[in-house]
């Protein structure tokens, strides 16, 4: 769209036709309408372009309001993206870090489990494919194991459980990061168990933990944990990440911190 270089004021719309566009609802193509009325006119545009244009406007600006909205309510933990993301100091293969983020694994409603040791980029490779999926149009719920058991505690105590993980499962992707770094009991793992049945050939699962899936058992109560654990691995891509953590590796290399002055 070219409107950046008709002539400096654009004359404002008609009042009527301000009005009838408020009641509308299009604040995005009301904004962008004095400016493409002038250009239209200016470089004589066939009517269909000036719809088009108009319209095109409206919808990419719903569409970003939505997507941000959607970043807002997922609750993405520390805002890191594949922009800060390096491929090559990470032990995920690169083939697969690719394939995943494709995010067709997302569209088969496929889970995802990543574990290994402590900075490994775990939280960091999946915030980053959160993100994406809120630019593909698609929403996130993001949640520590001591979140997700929290929640689902508030929701029991006044009764609405179902209500709550009906809300959280709108979601394409639900995440649960951390999980075991401490043992979690009762709650935790009937919480969990409760999230992993509710997504089971529906939504994508996604977590992380400093220990493989098969050995949730050792940190909740065991007959929770496997049948959770069971159906979250039906349907399950495991990456499993290893090395030293990137945090000890920035740490003694002293891009931990900006330098004192
Ligand atoms: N491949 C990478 N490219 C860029 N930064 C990375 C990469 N891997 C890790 N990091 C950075 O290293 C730090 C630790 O990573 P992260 O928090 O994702 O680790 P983690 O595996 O989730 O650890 P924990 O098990 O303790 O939660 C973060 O600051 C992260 O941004
Ligand atoms: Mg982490």
Known sequence: MNTTTTAPAAPPLPDDLTAVLKRMRMPYLRTAAPEVLATARAQRWDPTEVLRVLLAEEARGRDEATKAARRKAAGLPAGKTFESWRESDSSIPVPTQSALATLEWVGRAENLAISGPSGTGKTHFLEALAHQVIDAGMRVSWFTLESLTAAIGRAGADGSIG???????????????????????????????????????????????????????????????????????????????????????????????????
Request: aromatic share 4%; glycine share 6%; no cysteine.
């Open 163 to 261: 209500k709550t993980i009906a809300r959280i499962t709108r979601a394409e992707l639900i995440v649960v990061d951390d999980i075991g770094m401490l043992p979690s009991g009762q709650a935790a793992a009937e919480a969990f168990y409760r999230l992993v049945d509710a997504t089971y050939e529906r939504r994508s699962l996604a977590v992380t933990s400093n220990i493989h899936p098969a050995g949730f058992d050792t940190i909740m109560p065991k007959t929770l944990a496997t049948a959770a654990v069971d159906r979250l691995l039906h349907h399950a891509h495991v990456i499993i990440t290893e090395g030293t953590s990137l945090r000890l590796t920035d740490a003694t290399a002293g891009r931990g911190v900006v330098p004192l002055t």
